[in-house]
C-alpha cells in the first residue's frame, strides 16, 4: 500500500479519471479510492461529481483558474496617487 497522502487530490482525480475511463462505476471506485488512501480520500460524493464532470468532457485533473473578477489595481497605489495629488483637485 501507498504512504498516505498529504495533499492527494490531482492524484485522486487522475485515479478517478482512469477507472471510470476504465469502465468501473463510481461505487467502486470510492472503494478502491479507500483502499489505497484511507479514509483521507476524497467522499463518494465527491467521486460521483468527478465523475460527472468527466463524462461532460472535462479531461483536465487539475484546479480550473478562478471566474472572480481579476484585480486591477493595488492598495500601494492608490496610496502613493493620493499623496500625489493635492485636495484642490478633490474640490473641483
Known amino acids: 500500500m501507498a504512504a498516505p497522502l498529504q495533499d492527494c487530490t490531482i492524484e485522486e482525480r487522475g485515479a478517478v479519471r482512469f477507472l471510470w475511463a476504465e469502465g468501473v462505476k463510481p461505487v467502486e471506485i470510492h472503494c478502491c479510492m479507500l483502499a489505497q488512501y484511507g479514509q ?12 460527472e464532470r468527466f463524462k461532460s468532457g472535462r479531461t483536465r485533473v487539475t484546479d480550473e483558474g478562478c471566474c472572480s473578477r481579476p484585480s486591477t489595481s493595488r492598495i500601494q497605489d492608490h496610496k502613493s496617487s493620493r499623496k500625489a495629488s493635492s485636495p484642490q483637485e478633490y474640490r473641483n
Open 40 to 51: 483521507s480520500t476524497m467522499s463518494q460524493r465527491k467521486v460521483y461529481e468527478w465523475v
